[in-house]
């Protein structure tokens, strides 16, 4: 099996900035792309910023120019670097990835989330 474990959520003034990082571990043969999803109370979790294999990013509308997605292949580690964070930056924000565990069968994983407070 594969797990994502992440850290860096907390709580920030608005303005402010906070970088998560998400690691995954287990049995991989091919990550084919990591990302972050958030969600609030009574919501869809919605995309935030994905990274594929090949380096290409895409990021939700609202928010480019404020987010920047990266990693580190030789640890199979996905970074968020939130900037000029906004109240309703506000969520849960979980890790996702969507990983080979063979030459044949790939899988969506999961992290168990890491809350994010925008407040003064």
């Known amino acids: 099996q594969v797990q994502l474990v992440e850290s860096g959520g907390g709580l920030v003034q608005p303005g402010g900035s906070l970088t998560l990082s998400c690691t995954a571990s287990?049995?991989?043969?091919?990550?084919?792309?990591l990302g972050w999803y958030r969600q609030a109370p009574g919501k869809q979790r919605e995309l935030v910023a994905t990274i594929n294999a090949g380096g290409s990013t895409d990021y939700a509308d609202s928010v480019k120019g404020r987010f920047t997605i990266s990693r580190d292949n030789a640890k199979n580690t996905v970074y968020l670097q939130m900037n000029s964070l906004k109240p309703e930056d506000t969520d849960v924000y979980y890790c996702?990835?969507?990983?080979?565990?063979?030459?044949?069968?790939?899988?969506?994983?999961w992290g168990q989330g890491t809350q994010v407070t925008v407040s003064s």
């Open positions: 996702h990835g969507r990983i080979y565990s063979s030459t044949t069968r790939w899988n969506e994983y």
């Open positions: 287990g049995s991989i043969f091919h990550i084919v792309a």
